[in-house]
Antibody, heavy 119, light 107 residues
């Protein structure tokens, strides 16, 4: 059974860097594409970007200048860094799996973690 | 970016009703569309991919149709577990984008 779990600080100060990690069980991160998606409170979903084990990344242009994704195959984890955060970055952040190469929808999701940007 | 517009934004219905949600894309996305269900405080759950393919384990009362710019999600007989918010997502063009959501409420 595939499971994803987000972890990281729940409170980040404005102008600092948000850092989250997604730990995957039940599937090897080397075999799939992995995305981050966020949802501001009471609002809709925004795709942030994806990473593949080969190092291929694709970021949403609206966030590209502030986003970095990486992965650690030894820990079966992948990570998100979002720099220079503001209150507008307050959201529930989800990690999710693409079911296959070229399949850019999401079949497994983490439970989500609310990150609040506030001083 | 491709804009995805869902209608209605809110839908009031009763158990047993047939429900249809529409999703329109700002340009043709062929059949590269997925539908998700989200319950409060939970992650979205994949229902349909490639416009009409039912994800494994999803009840057959859910169905999807459409291509190009207009798509529909139909629930043939609404069940208590189906009161939730539904999102469409296009994956023909990066950045992948979602509709604003349709909340299905109890009438």
């Amino acid at each position: 059974q595939v499971q994803l779990q987000e972890s990281g600080p729940r409170l980040v100060k404005p102008s600092e860097t948000l850092s989250l990690t997604c730990t995957v069980s039940g599937a090897s991160i080397s075999n799939y594409f992995w995305s981050w998606i966020r949802q501001p409170p009471g609002k809709g979903l925004e795709w942030i970007g994806y990473i593949y084990y080969s190092g291929i990344t694709n970021y949403n242009p609206s966030l590209k200048s502030r986003v970095t994704m990486s992965l650690d195959t030894s820990k079966n984890q992948f990570s998100l860094k979002l720099s220079s955060v503001t209150a507008a970055d307050t959201a529930v952040y989800y990690c999710a799996r693409h079911p296959g190469s070229g399949y850019n929808f999401f079949d497994y999701w983490g439970q989500g973690t609310l990150v609040t940007v506030s001083s | 970016d491709i804009q995805m517009t869902q209608s209605p934004s809110t839908l009031s219905a009763s158990v047993g009703d047939r429900v249809t949600i529409t999703c329109r894309a700002s340009q043709s996305i062929s059949s590269w569309l997925a539908w998700y269900q989200q319950n409060p405080g939970k992650a979205p759950k994949l229902l349909i991919y490639k416009a009409s393919n039912l994800e494994s384990g999803v009840p057959s009362r859910f169905s999807g149709s459409g291509s190009g710019t207009e798509f529909t999600l139909t629930i043939s007989s609404l069940q208590p577990d189906d009161f939730a918010t539904y999102y469409c997502q296009q994956y023909n063009y990066s950045p992948w984008t979602f509709g604003q959501g349709t909340k299905v409420e109890i009438k």
